[in-house]
C-alpha cells in the first residue's frame, strides 16, 4: 500500500523534471446507500477536517433564532497615536546621556592628568636634586677654600 502524500510528491518532482506519467486511477468503490440529507462518507486518506452537519437551506426558524444584541453605541474616537519626533527623541536620549558621560569623562581625565602630574614631578624633583647637589657642593668648597 502506497502513501498518497508520497505519491502525490513523486508526480510534482516527475512533472518538473520534465517526466509526465499517468496519475493512478482513483479507487472506485460502490458507495452504500444513505439517507438524503447525510453527509458523504468520508475517503480513508481524507486529513482535512471536513463539515458533518447538514444545514438547510432558508430561514432559520423562530424558536432557534437568538435576538440580535442590541447596537452599542459609537463612543468618543480614540485619541490619536502620540507621533515621536526624531529630533526631539535624539534630544532626550542625549539630555539622559550627558550626565552619564561628563561623569565618566572626569573620572577619566582626573585618573590621567594625575598621572601626567606625577611623572612630570618626578622627572622634575630627579633634574633638580642633581643640580641642587652641584650648587652646594660648590658652595661647600668655595666656604672650605676661603678659611
Given amino acids: 500500500m502506497s502513501d498518497p502524500l508520497l505519491d502525490k510528491m513523486d508526480a510534482l518532482l516527475k512533472k518538473h523534471q ?5 496519475p493512478p486511477a482513483p479507487k472506485t468503490e460502490p458507495l452504500p446507500a444513505a439517507e438524503p440529507n447525510a453527509p458523504p462518507p468520508l475517503p480513508e486518506d481524507a486529513w482535512l477536517p471536513v463539515l458533518t ?3 438547510a437551506v432558508g430561514e432559520p426558524s423562530a424558536a432557534t433564532a437568538e435576538p ?6 459609537p463612543g468618543p474616537p ?5 507621533t515621536v519626533d526624531p529630533a526631539m527623541l535624539i534630544e532626550e536620549i542625549m539630555s539622559g546621556l ?3 558621560l561628563s561623569s565618566l569623562l572626569i ?3 582626573t585618573a590621567e ?6 611623572e612630570s614631578m618626578s622627572s622634575l624633583i630627579a633634574q633638580m636634586d642633581v643640580h641642587i647637589r652641584e650648587i652646594v657642593r ?3 668648597n668655595e666656604q672650605l677654600g676661603k678659611s
Fill in 78 to 82: 480614540p485619541p490619536p497615536a502620540p
Fill in 18 to 22: 520534465g517526466v509526465v506519467e499517468a
Fill in 98 to 100: 550627558e550626565p552619564r
Fill in 113 to 118: 592628568v594625575r598621572n601626567s602630574l606625577d
Fill in 138 to 140: 660648590e658652595a661647600v
Fill in 68 to 73: 440580535a444584541p442590541p447596537a452599542a453605541e
Fill in 53 to 55: 452537519d447538514v444545514v
Fill in 107 to 109: 573620572d577619566r581625565l
